[in-house]
Structures are given as C-alpha cells and as structure tokens.
C-alpha cells in the first residue's frame, strides 16, 4: 500500500478545511494554499525538486493546520 498517499488525502482535507472553514485572514490562507500547491507539485514530479521535500511539506502543513485548530480551540 502507498503509504503517501494517505499523507496525501489527510493534507488535502486538512488543508480544505483550513482554506474554507476556518476564520484565518486571507493572507495566511494564501501563503498556506501557496506552500501546498508547491509541496504538492514536488511531491508529484512536476517540478524539478525532490518529492520527499514535497512529502515533509505536506506533512508540515498537516501538523501546522492540526496545531492551528488546537490553538484556536483553547481560546
């Protein structure tokens, strides 16, 4: 089984839930969407750089996203 693509799917809901139902100013959704465009381009092959950069960038944005919820939880 191809374990990235669970990181896959996991970073795309994450990252949709982020850019749709969060209240985060349009900037930070920008830069977010931006960061995994490109991660997501690497981690596929369309660019000339490294799909395990891509991955680890995919996988950071997940844990940012997950932390940003947990943050905004608490307050």
């Given amino acids: ?4 693509l669970i990181v896959l799917v996991a970073s795309v809901a994450l990252i949709a839930y982020f850019d749709f139902a969060t209240e985060a100013t349009w900037i930070t ?3 977010v969407s931006g960061i995994f465009i490109f991660s997501l381009a690497s981690y596929r092959g369309w660019i000339a750089v490294n799909s395990l950069i891509g991955l680890f960038l995919l996988v950071a944005l997940s844990i940012f996203i997950i932390f940003y919820q947990t943050w905004h939880r608490h307050i």
């Fill in 1 to 4: 089984m191809p374990y990235g």
């Fill in 29 to 31: 959704k920008a830069v």
